[in-house]
T-cell receptor, first 116, second 115 residues
Framework: AQKVTQAQTEISVVEKEDVTLDCVYE???????LFWYKQPPSGELVFLIR??????QNEISGRYSWNFQKSTSSFNFTITASQVVDSAVYFC?????????????FGTGTRLKVLA | GAGVSQTPSNKVTEKGKYVELRCDPI?????LYWYRQSLGQGPEFLIY????????DSGLPNDRFFAVRPEGSVSTLKIQRTERGDSAVYLC?????????????FGPGTRLLVL
């Protein structure tokens, strides 16, 4: 079975603080992809990053960074120096080849509130 | 347009009525997906189209739900005899190719409320 767990339902931080959003996944596939999406109040899911199972190199993009660790089946997302505009719900998702389908399995999301 | 578009953005209907939700994917994208997002939850897969055919409809909750993509571009999700439990945001996504690595780009969703 495939599963994505985002244990943090809601996080509140004060602007300029760093914050890490956790994502733990389960899959038996050896080839899979992990994704993070941002869902602002407008509702549209905005793609942030894609990572494949063979590449454990951490990635940084501006204030965003991602830590992928296969040993712990985690793909955590850190926002450095958070801003009010980062307030949104963040989803982690898994895509793996199971029965030839390419659907995403999403976690339940983490609502991030950045306070001014 | 540059992104995935969905119409209507909001739909209010009465229990028992029929509704159609439309998705216009990114031009040239061959793969199209429908998801349903209930309040406080992550999106849940409904159906996946590869071209004109439904390659995977395992997520459709029951036979009241049906989707088509007759020309391999625009897709319509159809819900018959709507129930209050069908109230949710229905999201459409498309990707340029079929494959586990392909990034899906999502539309703004249709918020369906069944009274």
């Amino acid at each position: 079975a495939q599963k994505v767990t985002q244990a943090q339902t809601e996080i509140s931080v004060v602007e300029k603080e760093d914050v890490t959003l956790d994502c733990v996944y389960e899959t038996r596939d050896t080839t899979y992809y992990l994704f993070w999406y941002k869902q602002p109040p407008s509702g549209e899911l905005v793609f942030l990053i894609r990572r494949n199972s063979f590449d454990e190199q951490n990635e940084i993009s501006g204030r965003y960074s991602w830590n992928f660790q296969k040993s712990t089946s985690s793909f955590n997302f850190t926002i450095t120096a958070s801003q009010v505009v980062d307030s949104a719900v963040y989803f982690c998702a898994l895509s793996a080849v199971t029965s030839g389908t390419y659907k995403y399995i999403f976690g339940t999301g983490t609502r991030l509130k950045v306070l001014a | 347009g540059a992104g995935v578009s969905q119409t209507p953005s909001n739909k209010v209907t009465e229990k028992g009525k029929y509704v159609e939700l439309r998705c216009d994917p990114i031009s040239g994208h061959t793969a199209l997906y429908w998801y349903r997002q209930s309040l406080g939850q992550g999106p849940e897969f409904l159906i996946y189209f590869q071209g004109t055919g439904a390659a995977d409809d395992s997520g459709l909750p029951n036979d009241r739900f049906f989707a088509v993509r007759p020309e391999g571009s625009v897709s319509t999700l159809k819900i018959q005899r709507t129930e209050r439990g069908d109230s949710a945001v229905y999201l459409c996504a498309s990707s340029s190719l079929d494959g586990v690595k392909e990034t899906q780009y999502f539309g703004p969703g249709t918020r369906l409320l069944v009274l």
